[in-house]
């Protein structure tokens, strides 16, 4: 029975790795009502646009300080962050603290399951703000 549950395991992965999807920790439907503490200064969706601060379609794999149109600190523009569910939630958990000089004033995420669930939410979001 092993080793029909290994290959089971290992085609699935295979799959996904294959048409692109991945195995996202968090649930979108409770990270979009988390990202409700972000919607004062962040927009995502087809009609988003920057505001107080960037908007954040197509979010992953994007570089930090690289959302055309908007006016970032020279600490963001410099950080040699690029996207990711690892660098967005270590970003979000204490954004002072990673990133010294941002202008992001938010306190910080202290869940990591609302880090988790926020993350899984934004990354459905391409960079046209259409859900993938």
Not at 52 to 59: H, R, S
Request: glycine share 12%; hydrophobic share 40%; with cysteine.
């Amino acid at each position: 029975m092993k080793p029909i549950t290994l290959l089971t395991f290992a085609a699935s992965v295979a799959l996904a790795v294959s048409t692109g999807q991945a195995f996202a920790a968090g649930d979108a439907a409770a990270g979009e009502k988390v990202f409700a503490k972000c919607k004062a200064c962040h927009q995502v969706g087809e009609t988003a646009k920057n505001a107080v601060a960037p908007q954040l379609n197509g979010l992953d794999g994007r570089a930090a300080g690289a959302a055309e149109g908007y006016n970032y600190s020279e600490a963001m523009k410099g950080s040699g962050i690029t996207w990711n569910e690892a660098s967005f939630k270590e970003f979000v958990k204490n954004p002072k603290g990673k990133v010294a000089g941002t202008k992001m004033i938010f306190q910080g995420l202290a869940s990591d399951k609302d880090g988790d669930d926020v993350w899984t939410y934004l990354a459905q979001f391409g960079a046209d703000g259409k859900k993938k």
